[in-house]
């Protein structure tokens, strides 16, 4: 009960502060515009005329600073990333020279994997990687391997789209193509993937 009446306190001398500036700022404006008004137009054009200039290059210095910190800030969080995915894709060429040879990765050492990438993943990623990587996740665990192939290349797609890519011509099937020989009839034989590689990453 008290913290609350504290609460509403503290509200109330907020509001009240930002009452009394604005009046403070109403009344300078007012002055500054009858001294405007009693001088002569010459010398009042020419005040008007000095202070937009201060205030335009005022403006002008604190949105440029505004936009060089949010650059700072979206580089920072670009570094961050960056090695977070390229963590993933490194696992990703993993699990396809394994295929290739025969072999299938230890379980452990991909449950270790995905449990150390979700939670990089949940802090850098992005929403359309975070949204990727979910769909990717759940085919994968439906046990439809082709579905898995194809939602994997949509995560790597929004990748790129993360750090910068255009990805324009990138059809489906062109990522995928870069590691998987005849990718189309790859697509075409529906028991190329056995159940228990289905799911690599899952």
């Given at each position: ?13 907020g ?8 009046v403070?700022i109403y ?46 800030i ?19 060429f ?6 290739k ?19 990089q ?49 990138l ?14 009839q ?16 899952g």
């Open positions: 009960m008290q913290q609350n009446q504290q609460s509403v306190g503290q509200n109330l001398l509001f009240s502060l930002l009452a009394l500036i604005g403070a009344l300078m404006m007012k002055i500054a515009a009858d001294l405007l008004l009693a001088l002569d137009p010459r010398v009042a054009a020419a005040i008007v005329a000095a202070s937009a200039t201060v205030l335009v290059s005022v403006f002008s210095v604190l949105v440029s600073k505004f936009l060089e910190r949010r650059a700072k979206i580089q920072e969080i670009r570094d961050k990333k960056i090695p977070v995915y390229e963590e993933l894709i490194d696992f990703v993993k699990i396809v020279r394994s295929s040879k025969g072999e299938q990765l230890p379980e452990d050492e991909v449950e270790d994997f995905m449990f150390s990438f979700t939670q993943v949940i802090v850098w990623g992005s929403d359309s990687v975070l949204h990727a990587f979910y769909k990717f996740r759940h085919n994968g665990d439906s046990g439809d391997g082709q579905q898995a192939v194809l939602c994997m290349e949509e995560l790597l797609l929004a990748i790129r789209r993360d750090l910068g890519h255009g990805n324009k011509g059809s489906q099937g062109k990522i995928l193509g870069l590691f998987i020989n005849d990718f189309d790859y697509m075409d034989k529906s028991s190329m993937l056995q159940p228990s590689a289905n799911n690599p990453l």
